[in-house]
């Protein structure tokens, strides 16, 4: 059994939500692996230790080491070890929030008097995660790491530019080192793939846009959160072509950056549900609507009109998305509760009535 331990730093600084979204995914993901160990966060830097079967542990780091989240991510220890230091999987920061303390594989590490578990043994693994714990800011995690953010930044800086020129089909590792001025050599120091080269511009892309907007959705809901944001991206439209390809890209489980990509939807998801609740509790919208469902509705109307303004020339998406979220809000204000929606009569009997229930209740919803 394989004991591997890895320090990195964070290319930019992340939320208490975003951890503990790390926190549950990663740990459910790891387990099913067979993966143990610990992911401990201080500042902007981590260290890692994964234990598990060798081929798995250097599978597992190799995605680690590509995670557009992680920079000058280096290994610092590889052991065979005969049995685990740790008995699971869990993670180790300082949230702001407490109640995230109660989520399951959270490890208060940073806590006054905290002791380490005499069951995870002396292995060199404990060893430095119990340096880590009392040198959380030391040079060890962040050795080079203002350059290497900098030099990931012109990086990505010069791949947005890229797709601009060129579109994402043609971008390749080629045409950004040109455009960032260094030798493919390079790039790949800090990108070994085109595909992780992608995955960190989404990110950064992608939250420079949508991150600014997301207080709209706390002040004045979902349905304006989304608008601001089908403005925002209509005068991106390369960063559109780069998502719809992104999001072709989640759905193939073998796909280098489906996980990330599919954690990125999933958790952009979560806020237009989370803001149409909140929504439902000021008042903004009727307690009749369904957060489920209003979510797949908005997403399905949010995504599909993206892909039609790729596709139609001159199509207005603005307008578009007010006209249609118009009618769902309309919508969302009848009662279904006690109605049958799929009363559909039995042929030949001549009744249209139910028929055009359905119908007329279907459009409106």
């Known amino acids: 059994m394989l004991s591997l331990v890895y320090v990195s730093t964070m290319s930019r600084p992340v939320t208490d939500e975003e951890l503990a979204e790390i926190l549950v995914v990663g740990r459910e993901k790891n387990l099913q692996l067979g993966i143990t160990g610990i992911l401990a966060h201080q500042?902007?830097?981590?260290?890692?230790?994964?234990?598990?079967?060798?081929?798995?542990?250097?599978?597992?780091?190799?995605?680690?080491?590509?995670?557009?989240?992680?920079?000058n991510v280096r290994q610092v220890a590889a052991d065979t070890v005969a049995?685990?230091?740790?008995?699971?999987?869990?993670?180790?920061?300082?949230?702001?929030?407490?109640?995230?303390?109660?989520?399951?594989?959270?490890?208060?590490?940073?806590?006054?008097?905290?002791?380490?578990?005499?069951?995870?043994?002396?292995?060199?693994?404990?060893a430095l995660l119990e340096w880590f714990r009392k040198h959380p800011l030391a040079p060890l995690t962040?050795?080079?790491?203002?350059?290497?953010?900098?030099?990931?930044?012109?990086?990505?800086n010069a791949t947005i530019t890229a797709l601009h020129d060129t579109g994402v089909e043609q971008v390749d590792v080629d045409t950004v080192a040109a455009q960032a001025e260094m030798t493919v050599d390079e790039l790949r120091t800090h990108?070994?793939?085109?595909?992780?080269?992608?995955?960190?511009?989404?990110?950064?892309?992608?939250?420079?846009?949508?991150?600014?907007?997301?207080?709209?959705?706390?002040?004045?809901?979902?349905?304006?959160?989304?608008h601001a944001l089908v403005v925002a991206y209509s005068e991106e439209p390369a960063l559109m072509r780069l998502l719809a390809s992104t999001l072709a890209s989640s759905t193939d489980p073998g796909h280098e950056g489906a996980e990330y990509y599919r954690t990125l939807y999933l958790r952009f998801r979560r806020t237009v549900r989370e803001a149409l609740e909140r929504d439902i509790r000021v008042g903004r919208e009727p307690a009749t609507m369904d957060p489920a469902r209003a979510t797949?509705?908005?997403?399905?109307?949010?995504?599909?009109?993206?892909?039609?303004?790729?596709l139609i020339e001159g199509f207005d998406i603005i307008a578009s998305f007010d006209r249609a979220a118009s009618r769902l809000r309309r919508g969302w204000a009848e009662d279904y509760r006690h109605t049958d929606l799929f009363e559909i009569p039995v042929e030949g009997t001549g009744d249209h009535n139910a028929r055009e229930k359905q119908t007329d209740s279907g459009s409106s919803r």
Not at 97 to 114: C, R, V
Not at 199 to 221: E, K, M, Q, Y
Not at 301 to 308: K, M
């Open 43 to 71: 500042g902007s830097n981590c260290i890692g230790i994964i234990e598990g079967d060798d081929e798995v542990v250097r599978e597992r780091f190799e995605g680690i080491r590509q995670d557009p989240r992680h920079t």
């Open 296 to 310: 797949e509705q908005l997403l399905a109307l949010y995504d599909g009109l993206r892909i039609q303004s790729l």
């Open 191 to 226: 990108f070994p793939t085109r595909e992780s080269l992608l995955t960190a511009t989404v990110d950064r892309w992608s939250s420079s846009v949508s991150r600014p907007l997301r207080p709209i959705a706390d002040t004045h809901g979902a349905v304006a959160y989304l």
């Open 142 to 156: 962040n050795q080079h790491g203002d350059d290497g953010i900098e030099l990931r930044t012109r990086i990505v």
């Open 83 to 126: 049995t685990r230091s740790f008995p699971e999987w869990s993670m180790a920061f300082q949230p702001a929030d407490p109640l995230i303390k109660e989520i399951p594989g959270f490890l208060d590490l940073f806590a006054d008097g905290h002791a380490p578990d005499p069951a995870t043994g002396t292995s060199r693994a404990t």
